[in-house]
């Protein structure tokens, strides 16, 4: 079974810049969402997406946008980058047909390094 | 405003003896709490899981205690054991939230030999 991949694992941008972070879901999970990890923090959630389409979002800005895709990858955009932004950003995937209560399986994340 | 807490930033415990680790929550909505380890360089990895309708969950070396009155679980190790030094986060999840998992901020656990 193949689990949750990310990439690229890490990444340097420049603050207005814009960045694309890219992830396969593991296999048969349909589900995918993205959180976002600050130093010393837990993760945050950035929004989710279940059949192509966003179906929850946290308390993030509309600059953080995705994308899901047919075979259920994903990408996470983020347009104006600004020094904050800096962090690891996580994808999670999961199967709602394991049942309610299925957990997340979490990829190794990209670390993003806005300077 | 942190709707999970992990008051304990870091736990040192020995080899074969128990770890404990502790988590608050605020909000009366959560039904779901989950545990995740986490390894430098690498992602959270799910441990284990308890519903709101419980008040304990084992596996093997693992149990979790969810306390609804004092919106209080804690996470039981034993016997700890050095690989499992990491940092250990709760999660909760509102109902109906999918995905959505609210953390606290973790605790770095060391097990010395």
């Known amino acids: 079974e193949t689990g949750v991949t990310q990439s690229p694992t890490h990444l340097i941008k420049t603050r207005g810049q814009q960045v694309t972070l890219r992830c396969s879901s593991q296999?048969?999970?349909?589900?995918v969402s993205w959180y976002q990890q600050a130093l010393g923090q837990g993760p945050q959630f950035i929004f989710q997406?279940?059949?192509?389409?966003?179906?929850g979002r946290g308390n993030f800005p509309p600059r953080f946008s995705g994308l899901q895709f047919p075979n259920y990858s994903s990408e996470l955009n983020v347009n104006a980058l600004e020094l904050d932004d800096s962090a690891l950003y996580l994808c999670?995937?999961?199967?709602?047909?394991?049942?309610?209560?299925?957990?997340?399986?979490f990829g190794n994340g990209t670390r993003l390094t806005v300077t | 405003d942190q709707q999970v807490k992990q008051n304990s930033p870091s736990l040192s415990v020995q080899e074969g003896r128990i770890s404990i680790l502790n988590c608050d929550y605020t909000?009366?909505?959560?039904?779901?709490f989950l545990w995740y380890k986490k390894y430098p360089a690498e992602g959270p990895t799910f441990l284990i899981s308890?519903?709101?309708?419980?008040d304990k969950n084992e596996d093997g070396r693992f149990t979790v205690f969810l306390n609804k009155s004092a919106k209080h679980l804690s996470l039981h190790i034993v016997p700890s054991q050095p690989g499992d030094s990491a940092v250990y986060f709760c999660?909760?999840?509102?109902?109906?939230?999918?995905?959505?998992?609210?953390f606290g901020t973790g605790t770095q656990l060391k097990v010395e030999l």
């Open positions: 308890i519903s709101s309708i419980k």
């Open positions: 296999s048969g999970h349909n589900t």
């Open positions: 909000n009366s909505m959560f039904d779901y």
């Open positions: 997406y279940y059949r192509e389409e966003e179906n």
């Open positions: 999670a995937s999961s199967n709602p047909g394991e049942g309610y209560n299925s957990p997340l399986h």
């Open positions: 999660a909760a999840r509102l109902t109906g939230g999918g995905n959505k998992l609210t």
